[in-house]
């Protein structure tokens, strides 16, 4: 939930409650579903009469309109059920329909704000007293959700800080908007009902209600804050536990300007280049050291505080530490193995560290080595250019660091792995491993933004 600090607050439009009651987000849906139904029939009995191929093109341009319909829908209720639809863009791409995908990544955050009169009521309600403590800016400085921020300042002090508060009522409708969507789904036909698909409902439903646990985020802060304040290159916001509770949640106020801000790119190259290495650095660090990870690749996760003198190190702000999700020590042994064969580009080696898992070892020996392939690929750009041949030249500067803007790394390995899917008989990874995985594409998209090159050695020597 970033905000460029250095950009005057937007003025978006506001309501004054959402729906969140059950009987009004049920009546919503149920509106969404039937009408996806009613269209659905209809253009299966008015393409019946047409040939095989038209039949085709004219049922994906349909998907492509009903997944639009639903998404735009879904956008108009907030809370969990566009978290839910997020959720599903970014980890379900293996078992939804492509259309289905992209309109589901169109739903965003960047909506109506919540009226500040409700807001008020519900700091009143969640504060009491205290309340009367703090000067709160009425208007909102970022918006998602399942919550909106404001800047606020502690009037005995004079410390200035943010207060997250998680809109009324989002918390309990998490396991009914679960039910609804799931039967919205069931009921337009638009994804077919899987084993699968039921496991990732149950995960996002694990994800939500420890997302909504203001008390477990704040904790999750802390131990990042501790594990980081010694370090220049970062900044994570200090919890003030005197104003929050399970459902807020105060921290430090900590400026910075966005990933994609114009400021940013006017950096030299040198500065760009720290910023993307220190981004990728807390990734590893987070993988192969702590065990848990900050699971949403989202952008506004991370702002940077940009250093008035040229000689001063440029920071990063670490924001929302919500959607943590901690590995246990086998499957971190087993991504330590794989990170240690790309880093050599080694294909037996790969094969070798895929082993002690049922994912693999439940491959077929063809598989094994597909899979092995695509993992080098994938390791690209943490493999020692010494010994990676397959690097392509235009992806290495002069000091043989990783260039990822050139790298068009996303499009090979999407290519590489629907030719591999298409070959063998493709189980459903395990969902430990989407994780890891989604978080390398959202590191993948930073760095490309942010044009940064980084040293393979520096980011992997560590961990060999």
């Known amino acids: 939930m970033a905000h460029d600090t250095s950009k005057p607050s937007s003025t978006k439009h506001s309501i004054d409650n959402l729906k969140t009651s059950g009987f009004e987000r049920r009546m919503s849906i149920a509106k969404t579903s039937l009408n996806i139904g009613r269209r659905w029939a209809g253009n299966s ?63 965003n955050d960047d909506t109506a ?43 005995a002090t004079g410390e200035q800080v ?3 508060v998680q809109y009324p009522g989002v918390a309990d409708a998490i396991n009914s908007d679960l039910a609804l969507f799931k039967q919205l789904l069931k009921v337009s036909n638009i994804v077919p009902q899987t084993r699968a698909l039921d496991a990732w409902f149950e995960e996002i439903r694990d994800l939500l209600h420890h997302e909504v646990d203001y008390e477990a985020e704040a904790a999750t802060t802390e131990r990042f804050y501790e594990r980081l304040k010694d370090d220049p290159r970062y900044i994570v916001p200090k919890i003030n536990r005197t104003y929050s509770k399970k459902r807020l949640l105060c921290m430090s106020y900590e400026p910075g300007i966005t990933v994609v801000s114009t400021s940013l790119q006017q950096l030299s190259h040198q500065r760009r280049n720290a910023i993307g290495q220190a981004a990728i650095e ?19 996760n991370y702002l940077v505080r940009v250093s008035e003198n040229e000689d001063d190190i440029d920071k990063l702000v670490l924001l929302d530490f919500g959607a943590i999700r901690q590995f246990d020590n086998h499957l971190l042994s087993i991504a330590h193995g794989l990170l240690k064969a790309g880093y050599h580009h080694d294909h037996q080696s790969m094969m070798r560290a895929m082993t002690g898992y049922d994912f693999f070892d439940s491959m077929s020996q063809k598989v094994r080595s597909d899979i092995a392939a695509l993992f080098l690929l994938a390791t690209e750009p943490f493999s020692n250019p010494a010994t990676n041949p397959d690097i392509l030249a235009e992806c290495l500067d002069a000091d043989s660091r990783y260039i990822w803007a050139n790298s068009k790394l996303h499009s090979r390995l999407s290519s590489k792995a629907s030719r591999a899917m298409q070959s063998f008989e493709f189980n459903l990874p395990p969902k430990e491993f989407m994780f890891i995985s989604r978080k390398f594409i959202g590191a993948y998209t930073f760095l490309t933004v942010l044009d940064a090159y980084t040293d393979s050695d520096k980011l992997v020597r560590p961990y060999l």
């Open 282 to 300: 807390i990734m590893m660090k987070e993988i192969f050291v702590w065990g848990e990870m900050q699971t949403d690749p989202n952008f506004g």
């Open 162 to 164: 943010v207060l997250k």
């Open 45 to 107: 009995v008015s393409g019946m009469f047409l040939n095989k191929e038209a039949r085709t093109a004219r049922n994906q341009a349909f998907m492509e309109t009903q997944a639009n319909y639903l998404a735009t829908e879904l956008g108009k209720l907030k809370g969990s059920v566009v978290k839910i639809g997020q959720m599903l863009a970014i980890y379900g791409e293996h078992i939804l329909p492509p259309e289905i995908t992209r309109a589901l990544q169109t739903l």
């Open 113 to 155: 704000t919540l009226s500040w009169p409700t807001i008020e009521q519900t700091l009143h309600t969640l504060l009491g007293d205290k309340i009367s403590e703090l000067a709160i800016d009425p208007t909102p400085i970022g918006t998602a959700s399942l919550a909106q921020v404001h800047r606020a300042t502690v009037i």
